[in-house]
């Protein structure tokens, strides 16, 4: 078993299999859309642990933390390095989109023509109309209203039935924290059953990854089979700069993780392979909490309890991705039309960025590019004309995305949690091992 978990989750073995993928939809379209109920399956199983594994995790590891009288150090660090990360990741994408310019020559036809084509398809003239309507001023002026309407369940079992992953945030850091209020012989025969619940999930996303191959190759075929090559041919100049920005920041993540590890850089490297590559497959950063508990904690060795409380935390609220894509995707517009932007035109788009960032949770694909219209709004950018380019590599987008949310939360829970062999948390309940 232990042979195939590794050839499983090598790397040769994954992305030979998105390649072959890649191969399959290119060539054989039909029989790779055919294939998509794997992927579909495959993420659906991830998914099906993420809300029990969420809830578990915060209910414990907050009963934890609030009976340490030290953790209240932990709050203004979160909220620093939480806002200070969002602005991070969106200056360094400022910064590049002047320097380089990537939107100041692009090919206009081949725009056009792309336009066209993209609109053929039903579902892009569905988006394209819904975003070609007026823009609705009053629900960008209550975005921050709009953020906590999307954050507060009415029904909490409305919230799990749908899988709404944000709401179920909340309730769990509620209800953990009143727990936490609670007398410790009372609650502690609950809070070992969340950690069994907890533990059990984990196997669960142990068992899925022997199956990561076989659903990254149908993914991967479904895919370019919907989409092609042709989108690379028209976006390849914005593909080519947020990858280069998004490389840098996963630079930076890693050398935060290799000098709080106090481990060697390649053990660092090998330990967020898991994360790495169910955050490829999946594009759904949530799927990834299991993966990225176990390499913060079994493989780094960070403090247990506040890796549980962080990971689902960030994966919430650390928006750094999606801020990063709308502070370079409003000046690759801009740069399209030949808009030319003042100092003060880049710090809106970066504080407007970081807004639409946080008003962006709990949203995915498509509607996660919508919010650009608030960023281009403010400026006077026409976002809507370039809207069908963006959802055409939305897929590679959405994956860089993805990548860099693990990777950067792994980083803020290191800049934070202590090492485990660091902490003197003997007064705090252990984790039952079995």
Not at 117 to 129: M, N, W, Y
Not at 398 to 410: A, E
Request: hydrophobic share 55%; glycine share 6%; with cysteine.
């Amino acid at each position: 078993m232990r042979f195939l978990k590794k050839l499983a989750t090598s790397p040769l073995t994954i992305i030979g299999a998105i390649l072959a993928g890649a191969l399959l939809g290119l060539y054989a379209p039909a029989l790779a859309k055919n294939l998509k109920f794997i992927g579909d399956i495959y993420i659906d199983l991830l998914k099906m642990i993420i809300l029990p594994f969420l809830v578990s995790a915060v209910i414990v590891s907050i009963n934890r933390l609030a009976r340490d009288p030290s953790a209240s150090r932990y709050l203004g660090r979160i909220a620093l390095c939480l806002i200070g990360g969002m602005a991070l990741a969106g200056f360094v994408g400022v910064v590049y989109m002047y320097l380089a310019q990537p939107g100041s020559h692009l090919d206009q036809s081949a725009l056009h023509a792309f336009g066209r084509l993209v609109q053929a398809d039903a579902s892009g003239v569905e988006t394209s109309i819904r975003l070609f309507a007026p823009t609705d001023s009053s629900n960008q002026n209550n975005m921050a209203s709009g953020l906590l309407m999307r954050l507060i369940p009415d029904n909490i079992f409305h919230a799990l039935s749908f899988g709404d992953t944000l709401k179920t945030l909340f309730f769990a850091l509620m209800f953990g924290f009143a727990l936490a209020t609670a007398p410790k012989e009372k609650s502690i025969n609950f809070i070992e059953c969340c950690e069994t619940v907890f533990r059990a999930c984990q196997r669960l996303t142990t068992w899925l990854l022997y199956f990561l191959p076989i659903a990254s190759f149908a993914l991967a075929a479904d895919q370019i089979a919907g989409t092609g090559l042709e989108p690379l041919k028209v976006m390849v100049h914005f593909i080519i700069a947020f990858t280069v920005v998004t490389a840098l920041l996963l630079g930076v993540c890693l050398l935060i993780l290799y000098r709080k590890s106090n481990q060697t850089f390649m053990s660092v490297l090998r330990a967020q392979e898991g994360p790495f590559f169910i955050a490829v497959a999946t594009r759904n950063s949530a799927a990834c909490m299991p993966a990225m508990m176990t390499s913060l904690v079994d493989r780094l060795g960070f403090s247990k309890s506040v890796t549980e409380l962080l990971v689902p935390l960030g994966t919430a609220l650390f928006r750094v991705g999606p801020t990063l894509y709308y502070c370079m995707a409003a000046i690759f517009i801009a740069q399209l039309y030949g808009r030319e932007l003042s100092m003060g035109d880049y710090g809106i788009v970066l504080l407007a960025s970081m807004i639409a960032g946080f008003s962006s949770t709990g949203m995915n694909g498509i509607v996660t590019i919508s919010q650009t219209t608030i960023v281009c709004s403010l400026l006077g950018l026409p976002f809507e004309a370039a809207f069908v380019l963006f959802v055409a590599v939305e897929p590679i987008c959405d994956t860089l995305r993805t990548v860099l949310l693990v990777f950067s939360i792994n980083a803020l829970t290191a800049l934070i949690a202590p090492l485990e062999n660091e902490t003197a948390d003997t007064s705090l309940p252990q984790a039952s091992t079995a």
